[in-house]
């Protein structure tokens, strides 16, 4: 294993023992990442574990590991899908469990990189949770099903249609993953990749698993879990998408997920507009795509063909 690799793992471990959990999951990231990335993605996953865990306390209490579920939290809107076999995908067929559902696409990076550690999660909890697959994707389902396959995902893969995508909120950034409790309702949500510790740590504490030394607060959700209103449906920090139809809507993100920001965060812009909403470089790659959207170039008219001319008249023979 690579250097970068070997420290990769130590931190994990490091975060497990942290959170009491006994066994670590895989902690996905491939070569080429790992080495390109070490750097800026090591800081980084440290500072999101320490916001997610260690937020602004008293100082007796500034070193213990703390979660967050939305106090009052609404009923997830439920869904009539098939998943890539043909079989029923809804939420009441996983009532009493606790539910991830996970919006992602297999052209997605960060996507590709996190689905070990949820099949990981499904195998180790089968019998009190349920991941579900939300695949936002434009590839035939026969592509997908070999995708699930190659990765050997055990868990509900089904096509997400846009009403669905708009009813939780648009999902302006891949992966996004909603926890539901086991009585159907949103807790938390997650944007992007995420230490696989964290949703662990939440799953156990849903299921009244023991999460040693964590702390559980609950907060009032104002929007920022599940956005119960329409016009502010496909938010991201510094980007505004009121002048799209719904179909530019759709391909608006389907490009900030696909594209990498070229600032040197390794994220899609999409992610960048979220983690680092001063960043200017993603912020003007996102205008671009909206621009290019609203005023497409027109095409240009075919040139007149020039008029023949006329022969000249023939002279009669005499």
Request: hydrophobic share 40%; with cysteine; aromatic share 6%.
């Amino acid at each position: 294993m690579s250097l970068c690799g070997q420290t990769l793992a130590e931190d994990a471990r490091c975060t497990h023992v942290a959170l009491g959990v006994a066994r670590p999951l895989c902690f996905p990231i491939d070569a080429t990442m790992e080495c390109n990335t070490h750097g800026r993605v090591v800081p980084f996953l440290v500072t999101l574990l320490l916001l997610c865990f260690f937020p602004c306390s008293s100082p007796a209490e500034d070193r213990q590991p703390t979660i967050r579920f939305v106090r009052n939290p609404d009923p997830a809107p439920d869904f009539s899908l098939t998943d890539l076999d043909g079989r029923p995908v809804t939420l009441a067929g996983a009532k009493g469990k606790v539910i991830l559902l996970n919006f992602w696409a297999t052209w997605c990076g960060p996507c590709r990189a996190e689905i070990p550690d949820l099949v990981e999660l499904q195998k180790k909890y089968k019998d009190h949770l349920q991941i579900l697959g939300l695949v936002v994707d434009d590839d035939d389902q026969d592509v997908i099903k070999e995708f699930a396959g190659k990765f050997g995902i055990n868990y509900p893969v089904a096509l997400a249609t846009n009403d669905i995508r708009l009813q939780y909120g648009g999902i302006p950034a891949l992966p996004t993953s909603f926890v539901l409790d086991s009585e159907g309702r949103i807790v938390q949500k997650h944007e992007g990749l995420r230490d696989p510790v964290l949703y662990e740590t939440e799953i156990r504490a849903l299921l009244g698993l023991p999460i040693g030394n964590v702390k559980v607060e609950t907060f009032e959700d104002t929007g920022q879990i599940f956005l119960k209103n329409a016009e502010r449906a496909t938010e991201l920090p510094g980007v505004d998408l009121s002048k799209l139809t719904p179909e530019q809507k759709i391909s608006a993100l389907h490009k900030f997920n696909a594209e990498t920001c070229n600032c040197g965060c390794t994220f899609t812009l999409a992610q960048c507009r979220i983690y680092d909403r001063n960043c200017q470089i993603s912020k003007a790659a996102t205008s671009k795509i909206i621009a290019a959207l609203t005023h497409p170039t027109s095409a240009k008219p075919a040139p007149a063909k020039p008029a023949h001319a006329m022969p000249p008249p023939k002279e009669e023979e005499k």
